[in-house]
Nanobody
Framework: QVQLVESGGGLVQAGGSLRLTCAASGIIFSVMFMGWYRQAPGKQRELVAV???????NYADSVKGRFTISRDNAKNTVYLQMNSLKAEDTAVYYC????????????WGQGTQVTVSS
């Protein structure tokens, strides 16, 4: 049974920082592409950041220079460090896992709310 469990969301003032954590189980974590998506109220879900099994990363233009995705294969955990948060970063953030050959995530976490007050 695959589980992706996010934590670390909450309420923060604009300009502040949060660190999201996703603990994975039931998958061969080290070979999976891990990612973070978000969905704001009334908006489509969007990709925030992804990290490949070799550590290669990719970010949405809106978060480049502010967010950092990282992974610890020994702990089956992926992180999203979010700095210089803006009100427009307010969303539910989802952890995802994708098999490299697939075009979209195979597995999703339940989501964690991030609210940035201006």
């Amino acid at each position: 049974q695959v589980q992706l469990v996010e934590s670390g969301g909450g309420l923060v003032q604009a300009g502040g920082s949060l660190r999201l954590t996703c603990a994975a189980s039931g998958i061969i974590f080290s070979v999976m592409f891990m990612g973070w998506y978000r969905q704001a109220p009334g908006k489509q879900r969007e990709l925030v950041a992804v990290i490949a099994s070799d550590g290669t990363t990719n970010y949405a233009d809106s978060v480049k220079g502010r967010f950092t995705i990282s992974r610890d294969n020994a702990k089956n955990t992926v992180y999203l460090q979010m700095n210089s948060l803006k009100a427009e970063d307010t969303a539910v953030y989802y952890c995802t896992a994708r098999v490299v050959s697939m075009p979209s995530p195979n597995y999703w976490g339940q989501g964690t709310q991030v609210t940035v007050s201006s």
